[in-house]
């Protein structure tokens, strides 16, 4: 499914899903081409992984994005070339998670060695909606300490937020 950008981080619509495995192989062969060019400039690659909501779960009867799961991130990682990398956004995982029933610790702890960076924000596990997070947000334990890339993924131009939402990172991982 490749949904229109008007659908991001909302309800999808309904329509008939392109075959999986297909979707899966094209996905990474594009992939592996953008990188070749990525590695002749110096650029390194990372995938984020996608969030499926139990709202759109239920739409459809089954999960059609990609790279959700624990199993298909594994294999996309495994599949693509040394230059790309995993960028974890813990929102998206903390909702999959849910919608799968499966444990985000377990999909950090196994895809390790592949996470270079971290998209940071929190939610109520049901729909991806940017929302601060604090001391107690899930995320604080399973995160890298010595990445180069962290980036605040919280939206509100309420420039006190903001502020906060960067300290609490520092004191978290530095």
Not at 32 to 58: D, R, T
């Amino acid at each position: 499914l490749d949904p229109a950008v008007d659908e991001l981080g909302k309800r999808v619509r309904k329509r008939t899903l392109m075959n999986r495995e297909l979707c899966l192989e094209l996905f990474i062969d594009r992939v592996n081409n953008l990188n070749k060019y990525a590695s002749s400039l110096g650029i390194k690659l990372m995938i984020e992984n996608n969030v499926i909501s139990s709202n759109n779960f239920k739409t459809f009867s089954c999960d059609p994005f990609l790279m959700t799961t624990l199993n298909e991130a594994q294999y996309i990682m495994k599949n693509t070339d040394s230059n790309v990398s995993l960028l974890v956004d813990v929102a998206h995982l903390k909702v999959s998670s849910v919608s799968h029933k499966k444990s985000s610790k377990l999909f950090l702890d196994s895809l390790d060695p592949y996470i270079t960076g971290y998209h940071l924000s929190d939610n109520n596990g049901l729909s991806d909606s940017n929302d601060a997070y604090n001391n107690e947000s899930w995320f604080w334990p399973f995160l890298k300490k010595d990445l180069d890339y962290y980036s605040i993924e919280v939206y509100t131009d309420n420039a006190i937020i903001q502020k906060e939402m960067v300290d609490l990172l520092k004191r978290n991982l530095f």
